[in-house]
T-cell receptor, first 111, second 115 residues
Framework: QKEVEQDPGPLSVPEGAIVSLNCTYS??????FMWYRQYSRKGPELLMY????GNKEDGRFTAQVDKSSKYISLFIRDSQPSDSATYLC???????????FGPGTSLSVIP | DSGVTQTPKHLITATGQRVTLRCSPR?????VYWYQQSLDQGLQFLIQ???????AKGNILERFSAQQFPDLHSELNLSSLELGDSALYFC??????????????FGEGSRLTVL
């Protein structure tokens, strides 16, 4: 079983839609949860970072972690064409451990 | 611009050859991570260094090796190259141990094509 799994998509939505991206992980030892965004041919960049269960909001983005079910989500409200990218969930056990990435979900927001 | 510099950006070489990829981390960052990204495997962790010492190792092939130098730049050496080694190789850096953040800063990657 892979340490983190993610629906690869691709996902195509109209502009303004609410997008839900999800990942599951296998080991309860993971304590840090992140979402990275990767534009084509670019390096990933951090979008959201959370520690422990709960919600974290940043503008149009909300990250949700449910440690009891080992489930993490990213919600994008009022999606924009500029949100078209690959979204990677990422997990790590400590703040200085290796970061393990999910395979990524490709998102296209159609104007 | 993340502040992480990777060279070369593109590299085309033949099977059996050896290449070296170079990474300069952000100023002040002590940790360097190497990742391989291919279409079918996603972003795979290879190896992590902290202040010159190897910290963690992932699924890095024996044909691959890396090191972090005293000035904190890092090199990833790939030898006896095979077609399957064609991928994007990313370097990332972070401040390092003891800092409560998950942020890795990624370079633009080195695209390796093995023919």
């Amino acid at each position: 079983q892979k340490e983190v799994e993610q629906d690869p998509g691709p996902l195509s939505v109209p502009e303004g839609a609410i997008v839900s991206l999800n990942c599951t992980y296998s080991n309860s030892a993971f304590q840090y949860f992140m979402w990275y965004r990767q534009y084509s041919r670019k390096g990933p960049e951090l979008l959201m970072y959370t520690y422990s269960s709960g919600n974290k909001e940043d503008g149009r983005f909300t990250a949700q972690v449910d440690k009891s079910s080992k489930y993490i989500s990213l919600f994008i409200r009022d999606s924009q064409p500029s949100d078209s990218a690959t979204y990677l969930c990422a997990i790590r056990k400590t703040s200085y451990d290796k970061v393990i990435f999910g395979p990524g979900t490709s998102l296209s927001v159609i104007p | 611009d993340s502040g992480v510099t990777q060279t070369p950006k593109h590299l085309i070489t033949a099977t059996g050859q050896r290449v070296t990829l170079r990474c300069s981390p952000r100023s002040g960052d002590l940790s360097v991570y190497w990742y391989q990204q291919s279409l079918d495997q996603g972003l795979q962790f290879l190896i992590q260094y902290y202040n010159g010492e190897e910290r963690a190792k992932g699924n890095i092939l024996e044909r691959f090796s890396a090191q972090q130098f005293p000035d904190l730049h890092s090199e990833l050496n790939l030898s006896s190259l095979e077609l399957g080694d064609s991928a994007l190789y990313f370097c990332a850096s972070s401040v390092g141990a003891g800092v409560n953040t998950g942020e890795l800063f990624f370079g633009e990657g080195s695209r390796l094509t093995v023919l």
